[in-house]
């Protein structure tokens, strides 16, 4: 996987939208303060490739501080197809909302690519990487740091780091706890076998074995009494089905006898056609003698014409064979003659063999000097271009110095006065604030006044009206009160009669006009509605009493509170105008000039600070140039000095290796070695070709003529036979003819159709096969029923007497498969406890070996036998990389659990890691990190790596080294991201992606310093 396009937003660090294009890079650094987010970049890519990340498990965790909003896209390339994967959380909704589509460029356009659903999309994905999210962020993030820690640690810590990078920790936890839980299921089986075997054994010890005994008895007896019940049962059908065979033969012979009559009656008419049969087969007799005759002929005319064919083949191949036979004979005298003389030649060739090698080395040795040489050349030009290029920047940085100091002195520092405006002028904006505020909230306690006034007279006129409401309603109700009870009274007069007990004293009701006389009570619903209305009235009375003194109440509170706050601020302002006089010493002022006087100095020392800045760094940079160009100009010393050193070397060789071509020269003439060594095994195979040839060709023209001579003979052999053969027939033809009286003339004329000699021959055949036939059946018949006979009440008797004695045979033989089912059961039952013992033995053999694998797996003597085997296959392929990454000088050995490295270029000399210089052990554990990589990625294709950690302790001189196999790295076809917060590294490596913090959020900057 090799990606493309990053893009990022809301993410961590990142607020708002980040961008990287890796499409043109190969080896980058991401650098960096920490915290600054260069890590987040590696967990967008995993958290748009596969959903999560490795640090954190939601997706809200890793939400930028108050964002509504994350979002990640990746666009990346496997296999020469490009993809696009987009995933986004919104959280503006107490449920996230979830966006997240593939896509897959098709003919140059991106297109939809499967379901696009998140398992779907997941599966995809994964399917494409050959990788799940486990493998992808071991195999594409390589903690070089730990492997530094590895290299040099003790036996035990390399272990734990090893343990904990490769994941075997859980991989061990997991096999241990499901080899306790087999061996707790296959404990769970025992027992329940136990079980079976315990029921068993109940079920045969309650079994009564005497039943047992008497049952095998009886089924004995019935074994023995079955056969002679079956005997008499076969006898009895044998004596029915005789009976019955008898009665069908006296019917068979009546109906035979009946058939031969009519048959009898037809003899004449086949007597008639039997003798012209006999003279038809006569010339079909003839027939054949004639079509072997006539055979006989065309054989002899054909192997006449075969012998003369013959004779002719064998006469070249006679030919062929003498030619071929001397030109065998002359390739045998040649390789007699040339056999020494190649001898001769291999064995100068053995002597000049050591020359020649010797001349390879050196010339090997010299190739790899002039490789050499060039490349010093090219750093030599290279390192002559960059002092060129350092000077002419040191005179550009110059003149941006000159241009800086000429601008600064076109301004000057605000100085006291500048700081004396930045101080006074909030001071000044707050000052106008609260005045404005004073004069606001005077006017509004005006206002507050007047409106309480207001209430308070709206309230005592509430008061009087409500009195005046109270007063009508208490009247109105007791003149309704009156009137109820006087009607009351005139009711309770109207229900009694004289010398009724009164409901009300007790006493006796007297006569009427005794009683005082009840005044009229007028019209008691008109009352009562002048009632309600007063009522009415009385309640909106209260009412308004109600609001007006909640709203006079408000309103002196109201009035308290602003007094309480203009005085506030009336003391605040006073305060500010104490400071301000204070600072500017002055009793009056005026705040735009004073604001404009500020903008002015403030426009000023802006610009001369800013000036100030570009001439401290044009001095700071020519520092660095100058510093830069001594640097250059001693590595182009260095470099020159090396040159000659290798020039003068490879003068040497090139004498060495004339002089060793003079002594080959002498040895092989002026020949090359490699010449004539390919000649002589040319002419060796020249001559073995030659004579195997030559040796197939004698043999295949020898085998030819003896085919020849044995088609001649067979040839002649045929004819004599063909010749003989048609004499002999043409004799027994003539013989045929005279005894049959004749011709051939007449033979030819005499033919019958075989189609009508077969019909004939059918009806003859016919009629006397069933004659024969018929007076045969008649003859069996009646020599089997002689004097017998027999009728259908005897047919009847027998049948009865088979049936009775085929019951009695059923009875017993169901008897007996009764009591054999029964003592099968016991048997089976005895079987099954011999099985299930078998299976319990098994079981617990099964059990010990789980519980034994579960207390090994709990130890650590499996996990170091792992854990020494991957070791020895990772030192394996970290040495192809160590050999790669250090041009075939350092090889990584494994020995008694130390590690060490081999220097091919001092004659295999080992050393141990610890010796190593800062540049070697990066070398080293890089090699170790990518070996890892490879071996958890399963074959999956890695277009792109990121290295993390290591970096921090490393010198100026180291970090030159750890940059050249940076470089050799990333010629490797694949991209590779370094993440280190040491700027000086990013420089080295050509492009750095630097992540800048800011309160705002994180920011990306793409430097590319190669250009």
């Known amino acids: 996987m090799r990606p493309l396009e990053l893009t990022l937003e809301g993410f961590t660090s990142f607020r708002k939208q980040a961008n990287i294009l890796f499409e043109k890079m190969e080896l980058f650094a991401i650098t960096g303060p920490t915290g600054a987010g260069k890590s987040s970049l590696l967990d967008a890519m995993t958290l748009a490739l596969y959903g999560k990340v490795a640090r954190k498990t939601q997706p809200k965790e890793l939400l930028s501080q108050g964002g509504l909003k994350l979002q990640v896209s990746l666009r990346f390339l496997v296999d020469q197809t490009e993809y696009l994967v987009f995933r986004s959380w919104s959280y503006r909704t107490k449920t996230a909302q979830l966006t997240f589509k593939l896509e897959k460029r098709i003919n140059g356009e991106f297109q939809p690519f499967g379901e696009q659903k998140e398992a779907e999309i997941n599966a995809v994905i994964e399917k494409a990487l050959g990788m799940n999210f486990e493998t992808f962020t071991k195999v594409i993030l390589l903690p070089q740091g730990q492997f530094d820690e590895f ?226 050349l090219k750093l030599i030009t290279e390192a002559d271009q960059a002092v060129k290029k350092a000077e002419a920047e040191l005179n550009q940085k110059n003149q941006r110095l000159m241009a800086a100091n000429h601008e600064l002195s076109q301004y000057f520092p605000g100085g006291s006065r500048l700081e004396q405006l930045n101080q006074v002028i909030p001071l000044l904006i707050k000052w106008e604030g609260i005045q404005k505020q004073v004069e606001s909230d005077r006017t509004k306690l005006q206002q507050i006044t007047q409106e309480l006034n207001t209430a308070e007279s709206d309230y005592q006129s509430a008061i009087l009206n409500f009195q005046k409401s109270e007063a009508e309603c208490d009247q109105y109700r007791l003149e309704l009160d009156t009137a109820r009870q006087q009607n009351y009274a005139a009711a309770l007069r109207a229900f009694l009669h004289t010398g009724d007990d009164c409901l009300v004293c007790g006493g006796i009701y007297p006569e009427a006009h005794l009683l005082p006389q009840l005044e009229s009570s007028g019209d008691i619903k008109a009352l009562e509605k002048r009632d309600r209305a007063a009522e009415q009235n009385r309640q909106k009375a209260t009412e308004v009493k109600t609001q007006t003194e909640t709203t006079r109440e408000y309103l002196k509170k109201q009035q308290a509170e602003y007094k309480k706050i203009l005085a506030e601020k009336e003391a605040e302002l006073e305060a500010e105008t104490e400071q301000i006089v204070v600072i500017l010493k002055a009793d009056k002022w005026e705040v735009k000039a004073l604001d404009q006087e500020r903008q002015a100095l403030h426009k000023s020392d802006t610009n001369y600070q800013k000036y100030l800045i570009h001439k401290e760094k044009a001095e700071a940079e020519i520092q660095a140039s100058e510093l830069n160009l001594n640097l250059l100009k001693t590595k182009l010393l260095d470099t020159q000095t090396q040159h000659q050193d290798l020039a003068s070397e490879l003068d040497h060789k090139k004498t060495q290796i004339q002089e060793i071509l003079d002594t080959l020269s002498k040895l092989t003439g002026s020949d ?169 033995s098994t079981k617990q053999q099964d059990l010990e070996t789980y519980q034994i694998l579960s207390k090994e797996l709990r130890s650590d003597r499996f996990q170091d036998y792992i854990l020494q085997h991957f070791e020895r296959e990772l030192v394996e392929l970290a040495t192809v990389f160590l050999l790669e990454l250090t041009e075939q000088r350092y090889a990584l050995k494994y020995e008694n659990k130390e590690y060490k490295v081999e220097d091919n270029w001092s004659c295999g000399e080992t050393r141990r890691v610890q010796t190593l210089s800062g540049g070697e052990t990066f070398a080293t554990s890089l090699s170790l990190a990518l070996a890892l990589s490879e071996k958890l990625s399963r074959g999956a294709k890695l277009g792109s790596l990121f290295i993390d950690e290591g970096f921090g302790t490393l010198d100026a001189e180291t970090i030159k080294g750890v940059s050249n196999i940076l470089l050799s790295l990333g010629k490797q076809d694949r991209l590779v991201g370094v993440i280190t917060h040491v700027p000086a590294l990013g420089e080295e490596l050509g492009t750095q992606i630097k992540v800048e913090k800011f309160l705002e959020g994180s920011r990306i900057v793409v430097t590319d310093f190669s250009r």
């Open 672 to 840: 090359s070695y490699d010449n004539l060594f390919q000649k002589l095994e040319q002419d060796k195979g020249d001559l073995e070709h030659r004579i195997l040839h030559e040796t197939q060709c004698y043999q295949t023209a020898r085998d030819e003529f003896r085919q020849a001579q044995q088609c001649d003979v067979k040839a002649r052999e045929d004819f004599d036979l063909a010749s003989t053969e048609k004499e002999h027939l043409e004799a027994e033809w003539q013989t045929s003819l005279l005894s049959a009286n004749f011709t051939e003339e007449m033979f030819q004329q005499s033919k019958i159709s075989p189609q009508v000699q077969s019909q004939w021959q059918q009806k003859i055949d016919d009629y006397n096969t069933n004659k024969i036939q018929l007076q045969t059946n008649i003859n069996r018949e009646t020599d089997a029923i002689g004097d017998r006979t027999t009728n259908t009440e005897i047919i009847a008797q027998d049948e009865k007497y088979v049936a009775d004695t085929r019951e009695k045979y059923k009875q017993a033989q169901d008897e007996y498969n009764d009591l054999k089912l029964l003592i099968a059961k016991a048997e089976e039952q005895r079987e099954q406890v011999e099985k299930l013992q078998a299976q319990l």
């Open 151 to 376: 290299l040099k640690g003790k036996s035990t810590d390399r272990r734990k780091i090893l343990n904990s990078l490769v994941g075997y920790e859980k991989i061990f936890e997991d096999m241990c706890s499901q080899a306790g839980t087999r061996a707790n299921l296959i404990k769970g089986e025992c027992n329940a076998i136990q079980e079976q075997l315990k029921n068993l054994d109940l079920s045969l010890d309650i079994e009564d074995k005497e039943l047992n005994s008497q049952r095998r008895d009886r089924s004995q007896f019935l074994a023995q009494e079955l056969p002679r019940l079956h005997e008499t049962v076969s006898k009895a059908q044998i004596a029915l089905v005789a009976e019955k065979e008898l009665l069908q033969r006296l019917r068979d012979l009546a109906n035979w006898q009946q058939q031969l009559d009519e048959l009898n009656k037809q003899a004449p008419k086949i007597s008639e056609l039997k003798q012209q049969l006999e003279q038809a087969r006569v010339g079909d007799r003839l027939s054949a003698s004639w079509t072997s005759v006539n055979l006989a002929r065309n054989r002899y005319e054909k192997t006449q014409a075969d012998v003369e064919i013959a004779a002719k083949a064998l006469i070249e191949k006679q030919s062929a064979f003498k030619i071929q036979e001397d030109i065998f004979s002359q390739a045998q005298a040649d390789q007699a003659e040339i056999v020494p003389q190649l001898k001769q030649r291999e064995e100068a060739l053995n002597a000049a063999k050591i020359y020649e090698q010797q001349r390879r080395v050196i010339n090997d040795e010299i190739k790899r000097l002039e490789k050499t040489l060039i490349e010093k």
